[in-house]
């Protein structure tokens, strides 16, 4: 069964990872070490063979403080709440062959020990039996946007022991560290392990949001999310590997907001795209759409208890704690600044998710930055908007969905 492990020393590396480029023997060794933490001493953790899904709502909460969750062969790790607090750590660990995971949520606030490569990792995975695993239903909110990027966590590492397949399917990951999924090892220093990722969303994964190998790894239908502010490299890296293949990247959607690249590539690897958008035109199609997958959970709550309807708590209805109003601004393709105002009440669409660290609310207005189509702020406002004006630059503006004509808002 799985075991939960001894709290770590929580003055060390949660574990140590490899740096950009992994060019460094001694990292590689590091992460080969990563999945074998589990010591002899366990706890029984509440893990079980069978495949059934808990009843929505139903499911274990697990307060971090430093363990080390393990899952070995043929077991079922699911439906658990994770509080993290406000900078508590764990490790899930999957090792050995026909393993699942699912049905997970994080809440709070990861405590990163050190900079990145050594910030922590939270799960690390393998099918090491050549058998089929299995990855689902995963949710990790935004974390602490404030914290440097070299200083979160990598979410998903993909040990090199990895011989099996393993399938990782709507999966949330927001504000990592090093890597959103890290899937590219196997295949260029491993045993050859494949990865299919589908149904899955990053956002702001510094410095990739998904990396795999061109040994019959895949990605589909999923999207990953870069915002105007934050300085992420790539948003799919593929490296070439000693295994033969492709990589196949399909229906998947990619935006950068203009810094870094939607698709890299190390090593000159096979690379086959069928519908793959993105707003830098390193895939087959333009105008990518950033919206969440469909699956994909939305909140802790929602992963954890299997269903993917659900939304975390509300002490109310939004619609009663929000303006009727709404306003959006949107980029046409150059970096543009712009200011709105507003005669009475505005604050940000709850359902739009939270500005960024350069855009800004004070009081009745509001300033911030937009880049291309697929770079949106969305407003909650009550009374009538007053000014809209750019510093530089221009930008689509819709009241209640209807576009609008900036000009003639000119604060008279």
């Known amino acids: 069964m799985a075991r939960d492990e001894p709290v770590r020393d929580t003055n060390g590396p949660a574990e140590p990872t490899v740096s950009d480029d992994e060019q460094s023997e001694h990292s590689i060794i590091d992460r080969r070490s990563y999945l074998k933490l589990a010591s002899a001493t366990a706890i029984a953790a509440g893990v079980g063979t069978g495949a059934a899904s808990a009843a929505e709502g139903d499911y274990e909460v697990i307060e971090a403080r430093g363990q080390t969750i393990t899952i070995g062969s043929g077991e079922t790790w699911e439906n658990k709440l994770i509080d993290l607090g406000s900078g508590n750590a764990i490790s899930i660990i999957a090792k050995g062959t026909n393993w699942t995971v699912r049905n997970i949520g994080f809440r709070g606030t990861l405590g990163a020990t050190g900079t990145a490569p050594r910030s922590g990792t939270v799960f690390g995975i393998a099918d090491t039996g050549n058998g089929t695993s299995t990855l689902e239903n995963i949710f990790w909110g935004r974390g602490n946007p404030d914290r440097p990027s070299n200083e979160r966590p990598l979410l998903m590492w993909v040990d090199p022991d990895h011989s099996g397949h393993l399938d990782v399917r709507n999966v949330n990951f927001q504000h990592a560290g090093c890597n959103g999924i890290y899937g590219s090892a196997p295949a260029y220093n491993g045993n050859g392990g494949t990865i299919h990722i589908d149904g899955c969303y990053t956002h702001d994964n510094h410095h990739t949001g998904l990396r795999i190998g061109d040994n019959g790894c895949k990605i589909s239908n999923s999207v990953i999310y870069k915002s105007g502010g934050r300085a992420a490299n790539r948003g799919i890296w593929v490296w070439a590997g000693n295994s033969g293949g492709n990589a196949t990247i399909e229906n998947t959607h990619i935006i950068t907001n203009g810094t870094g690249g939607g698709i890299v590539s190390r090593n000159s690897p096979s690379i086959e795209m069928d519908r793959v958008y993105t707003d830098d035109g390193s895939g087959t199609h333009g105008s990518p759409d950033p919206s969440v997958p469909e699956n994909c959970p939305k909140s802790p709550e929602a992963a954890a208890s299997g269903s993917v309807t659900s939304s975390p708590p509300s002490s109310g209805d939004n619609s009663a704690e929000f303006p009727e109003n709404t306003l959006t601004v949107t980029g046409t393709g ?64 819709k009241v209640n969905g209807e576009a609008i004509d900036p000009d003639q808002y000119n604060g008279d």
């Open 334 to 397: 150059e970096p543009t600044k712009y200011f709105v105002e507003i005669t009475e009440e505005l604050v940000t669409d709850p359902n739009a998710g939270s500005l960024e660290a350069h855009d800004q609310i004070d009081g009745t207005s509001a300033t911030g930055w937009v880049t291309t189509s697929s770079h949106v702020e969305q407003f909650r406002f009550a009374g009538d908007l007053h000014e809209v004006a750019f510093q530089q630059g221009s930008a689509r503006v």
